[in-house]
């Protein structure tokens, strides 16, 4: 059984950093492209980024580009998401994703992920 789980939220100030880990469990994850996501209070959940398998090529939503940096340990079976320069509007549940098939492409889209963690709540106070 495939299990995602994230840590390192927290309540931080604007311009602060935090690093959030999600560890993956019942599979090998290097094969992977691998997803970030956050979903704010009544909004949909939106894409933050992606990690390809292949040369651990990374993609950001531009609200994001310049600020938060993903990177993999495939020996640890892990992904992170290294967020620098918080702002209010990055306050949201995050979660990290895993497709259900292996290599391809890595998508933006929640729908094309399979697997998804718990979550972890990151609040940013002005």
């Known amino acids: 059984q495939v299990q995602l789980v994230e840590s390192g939220g927290g309540l931080v100030q604007t311009g602060d950093s935090l690093r959030l880990s999600c560890v993956a469990s019942g599979r090998t994850i290097k094969n992977y492209n691998m997803g970030w996501f956050r979903q704010a209070p009544g909004k949909e959940r939106e894409f933050v980024g992606t990690i390809s398998w292949y040369e651990m090529r990374t993609s950001y939503a531009d609200s994001v580009k310049g600020r938060f940096a993903i990177s993999r340990d495939n020996a640890k079976n892990t992904v992170l998401l290294q967020m620098n320069s918080l702002k209010p509007e990055d306050t949201a549940v995050y979660f ?27 609040t940013v106070s002005s």
Do not use: E, K, R
């Open 96 to 122: 990290c994703a895993l497709p259900i098939s292996t290599f391809g492409t890595p998508s933006p889209d929640p729908n094309d992920y399979h697997y998804w963690g718990q979550g972890t709540q990151v």
